[in-house]
């Protein structure tokens, strides 16, 4: 099993252009996140999905959209991109009947700067 | 107030030190209570996971949660250079309050010193 992987894993931007990451996970999990990480102020939640088809709205969702077409796979887009979306950006899954409830298994990461 | 607080250190302690790491919460709703840890350049893995109020041990470190205070700990004991990483505190309403997310500590940077 790959776990979550996550595409790219650097990427860098010029102001005003659009990209889209991609997570894809083979657990069979039902949920999925995506987080951004920034120095001091830890992991915050940007969207997650609670099944395919449905997203919500975390912490920090503007400037960015997602989409949840397949259950293996969370797409994060910026539509326009700006330098305060560079960061760390990681994708998660979990479980609603694992062993751990919700224990969220994390990606590798994406590093994006937005110059 | 952050519904959860966490000192982002960093911590540095000489090889086999005892470590304490320390969260506080505001939300007397938080029922599921994890630690993860991060090393460089990775993404958070977890480490320890408890349920309501109590002590959870497993090898060198222990997990403790005291709910009357909104406190957690983490213990490290015999830390090792290969402890040295991000340590991210994290909680959770229980399940019948549905799927909500994870809310997140800023993350303690330890740095265990040989």
Known sequence: NAGVTQTPKFRVLKTGQSMTLLCAQDMNHEYMYWYRQDP???LRLIHYSVGEGTTAKGEVPDGYNVSRLKKQNFLLGLESAAPSQTSVYFCASSSR???IYNE??????TRLTVL | QKEVEQDPGPL???EGAIVSLNCTYSNSAFQYFMWYRQYSRKGPELLMYTYSSGNKEDGRFTAQVDKSSKYISLFIRDSQPSDSATYLCAMQ???LSGNTPLVFG???RLSVIA
Not at chain 1, 104 to 109: I, L, N, S, T, V
């Open chain 1, 104 to 109: 969220q298994f994390f990606g590798p990461g």
């Open chain 1, 97 to 99: 009947t694992g062993p």
């Open chain 2, 106 to 108: 800023k993350g303690t």
């Open chain 1, 40 to 42: 001091g102020m830890g």
């Open chain 2, 93 to 95: 309403r229980g399940f």
């Open chain 2, 12 to 14: 540095s302690v000489p």
